[in-house]
């Protein structure tokens, strides 16, 4: 699976598991291919979990994407 092929299963099993809590999962996903460095890499998945939050929640959003 690719990475966000990995977000997208851990988003619906969480949903799956929690979702009568009101329980969903906002995740940002970014890759090293496309981000020189860990600082880089780490700010770039944050904007990526802001815009999915933002974005109406219960989503993957890939950082570049």
């Known amino acids: 699976r ?3 092929g990995v977000a997208e299963w851990l988003r619906t099993a969480t949903k799956a598991e929690f979702e009568w ?3 969903t999962a ?3 996903v970014a890759d090293t291919r496309n981000h ?8 770039a998945a944050r ?3 802001y815009r ?3 974005g109406g929640r219960d989503r993957v ?3 570049g994407g």
Not at 37 to 43: H, K, M, N, S, Y
Request: net charge neutral; aromatic share 0%.
């Open 21 to 23: 809590h009101g329980v």
């Open 61 to 63: 959003v890939v950082a």
């Open 47 to 49: 904007q990526a979990v």
């Open 36 to 43: 020189a460095g860990v600082r880089e890499l780490r700010d």
């Open 26 to 28: 906002s995740i940002g």
């Open 2 to 4: 690719d990475l966000a």
């Open 52 to 54: 999915a939050k933002h």
